[in-house]
């Protein structure tokens, strides 16, 4: 079997219970608190005035829920609604996600120039799930032309912080030299760091690597796996 991965672009929700900066004291946190032992009915109380309210957390918060069905009927258009309010005060969680909706054409009219406009939004600043995102539309030339070289570099950027999905096609990529010149030392590496955290397909993608290395490439590649840590952006 050939080096690869299926292109997906996954809708990957960020907890309400995340999110801390910036946000109102004491209603917000007791939402938060109610999320988190599965009360929707008062956290979706309590979180919507303050969405109302214009409170951008708030807005990410209801928007989710309303993704995932808690304590509402599951709605893909209200979640883009109230995301798309968050996302236009800068929350970048908000942002990444409404850019999925229009990705996959969720609640909203698919729009692939749109996706990356959001996309591009929320990964200039530091969200690693859309830094990914833009990695894949530069890979396959959606919405924009094909730039393999372009992509690396988000992966790369979504992969120093730990984005597991971009430390495994960054592995690929070195594998394969899209994008980045050829180079194995660089392909273990990163698949090595992509598969020490769960991904299955890292593992088997790595084994196929070494077999065009030396013993001592191996080594230093196994060194550079085990001492990488994350760098967040933000």
Not at 74 to 92: L, M, S
Not at 186 to 193: I, K, M, R
Not at 210 to 223: D, S, V
Request: charged share 20%.
């Amino acid at each position: 079997m050939p080096i690869v991965r299926i292109l997906l672009v996954l809708l990957a929700l960020a907890s309400p219970l995340s999110m801390a900066g910036g946000v109102v004291a004491g209603p917000f946190e007791d939402a938060q608190a109610a999320h988190g032992r599965s009360d929707y009915a008062t956290a979706l109380r309590l979180w919507r005035p303050l969405a109302d309210q214009g409170n951008a957390e708030a807005q990410y918060a209801l928007g989710f829920m309303y993704a995932r069905g808690q304590g509402v009927k599951q709605n893909n258009a209200e979640a883009a609604k109230w995301w798309r309010r968050a996302a236009d005060q800068g929350n970048t969680f908000a942002q990444y996600n409404l850019g999925a909706l229009y990705d996959n054409g969720e609640g909203v009219r698919q729009n692939k120039a749109e996706a990356l406009k959001r996309y591009h939004l929320a990964a200039e600043r530091g969200n690693d799930g859309a830094q990914f995102s833009v990695g894949l539309l530069y890979f396959a030339g959606v919405a924009l032309p094909e730039n393999r070289v372009e992509a690396a570099k988000w992966w790369r950027r979504a992969a120093d912080q730990g984005h597991i999905g971009a430390q495994a096609y960054l592995g690929l990529s070195y594998a394969t030299g899209l994008g980045v010149p050829q180079d194995n030392i660089h392909a273990y590496t990163w698949l090595s760091v992509a598969a020490a955290r769960g991904d299955q397909d890292a593992v088997s993608n790595r084994n196929r690597v070494a077999r065009q290395m030396t013993p001592e490439q191996i080594a230093e590649a196994q060194k550079l796996a085990s001492e990488w840590k994350p760098k967040l952006e933000r």
